[in-house]
């Protein structure tokens, strides 16, 4: 075959494929509406965001909301348990067309698949502390021994700003345990991680009374290039956010004290502005 041949060869397979690539993700919903399912990847080990009920059913705020995406499209709908380490590959090989998994958006993470827009929930750092404890501010705090965990950036940052003196363990169980033995006066994590404890008979007698710090937002994500469906989830977080769907759902799951940043993304959108 003449070199000219060969290169007209390859440039007309070139364009074919980018074709069916083309017309593979722009038929994404017409996959998923054949189907008769929408597969979405959630947690099931993190009360209320995802967790597992005594029939061993998936519920929560995130299933509720990929439920309700399914419902649009007129599907079923299909949960797949995922965690921090397998969840964006999942999202990538194909496994599950959407992910709604309490990840935080990051630069790096939006290199590799869609984020749906507005975000839909946000998380920052705050302190489990007994009832017992009088603390409504941080500075309350100075001087006191909190427990945390080894590694975590705010346990320099509340040392620094507010005098906190963190006690540090390996892991939550330790922390955890040694709140419960008097050995600290709270345990200072992640604020949604605090809230699902919350909803655990065994800590009633605590809360969680100060302002939550450094909230990063989380983001539903879709693969990139499924321009369809990611549209049509734009569509559906911008209508939950409207009507305020996500503090419905905080409610519904035992949820007392809205977050802060999903009641400025309602009234973001309520108002229009």
């Not at 709270?186 to 404890?197: E, Q, S, V």
């Not at 919350?198 to 009633?204: I, N, V």
Request: charged residues 20%; neutral net charge; contains cysteine.
């Amino acid at each position: 075959m003449k070199v000219s041949s060969l290169i007209q060869s390859l440039a007309f397979g070139l364009v074919l494929t980018a074709g069916v690539v083309q017309a593979a993700q722009a038929s994404e919903i017409d996959t998923i509406k054949h189907r008769g399912t929408l597969i979405v990847g959630v947690k099931a080990d993190y009360p209320p965001f995802g967790f597992r009920a005594p029939d061993g059913s998936i519920v929560g705020i995130e299933p509720s909301l990929a439920a309700q995406a399914a419902k649009k499209l007129g599907v079923k709908v299909e949960y797949v348990p995922v965690n921090a380490s397998n969840r964006m590959q999942f999202l990538e090989q194909g496994k599950i067309d959407l992910l709604i998994a309490t990840m935080n958006v990051t630069p790096e993470r939006a290199k590799d698949v869609w984020f749906v827009e507005p975000y839909y929930y946000a998380s920052g750092y705050n302190v489990l502390l007994s009832d017992k404890v009088k603390a409504h501010q941080w500075s309350d705090l100075k001087g006191q021994s909190v427990c945390g965990i080894q590694g975590t950036y705010y346990n320099k940052d509340s040392e620094q700003k507010y005098g906190v003196h963190i006690v540090a363990f390996t892991g939550t169980a330790e922390a955890l345990t040694a709140l419960k033995q008097g050995r600290c006066i709270g345990f200072i994590f992640d604020n949604t991680f605090i809230l699902g404890k919350l909803l655990d008979k065994e800590w009633s007698g605590y809360g969680m009374p100060l302002e939550t710090l450094d909230a990063k937002p989380w983001g539903m994500a879709t693969r990139l290039g499924d321009k369809d469906f990611h549209a049509f989830m734009d569509q559906m977080s911008q209508d939950w956010a409207k009507t305020g769907e996500v503090l419905k759902l905080e409610t519904q799951f035992g949820i007392t004290q809205h977050s802060a940043y999903v009641e400025k993304v309602h009234e973001q959108y309520k108002s229009g502005k």
